[in-house]
């Protein structure tokens, strides 16, 4: 059974800083492209991130360019989101994704499997 497990989430002051993880099980997801999306209440789900299979070199959305870093280790089959200098504007359910056949996908319809997600809050 193909698992996505994200960790990490949580409540931060602005200018804060966490790391999310995602542990993944299942599949041999060091051949995956790996995305992280997030959604806010009442808003639809949106592209932060994209890791091709080797972690070369990620693509982010504008809004993160700059505060976010996406990083793999495969040999763990997990994937990192390295979240800095955040803001209230941040505060969503973080979403791990894999399987895109396009490296570097930024549709959700993309991506075939998904973690149930982690909070992050961000307070001002």
């Known amino acids: 059974q193909v698992q996505l497990v994200e960790s990490g989430g949580g409540l931060v002051q602005a200018g804060g800083s966490l790391r999310l993880s995602c542990a993944a099980s299942g599949r041999t997801f060091s051949n995956d492209n790996m995305g992280w999306f997030r959604q806010a209440p009442g808003k639809e789900r949106e592209f932060v991130a994209a890791?091709?299979?080797?972690?070369?070199?990620?693509y982010y959305a504008e809004f993160v360019k700059g505060r976010f870093t996406a990083s793999r280790d495969n040999a763990k089959n997990i994937v990192y989101l390295r979240m800095n200098n955040l803001n209230v504007e941040d505060t969503a359910v973080y979403y791990c994704?894999?399987?895109?056949?396009?490296?570097?996908?930024?549709?959700?319809?993309?991506?075939?499997?998904w973690g149930q997600g982690t909070q992050v809050t961000v307070s001002s």
């Open positions: 890791i091709s299979r080797g972690g070369a070199v990620p």
């Open positions: 994704a894999a399987g895109p056949v396009m490296a570097l996908a930024t549709t959700p319809d993309d991506y075939t499997y």
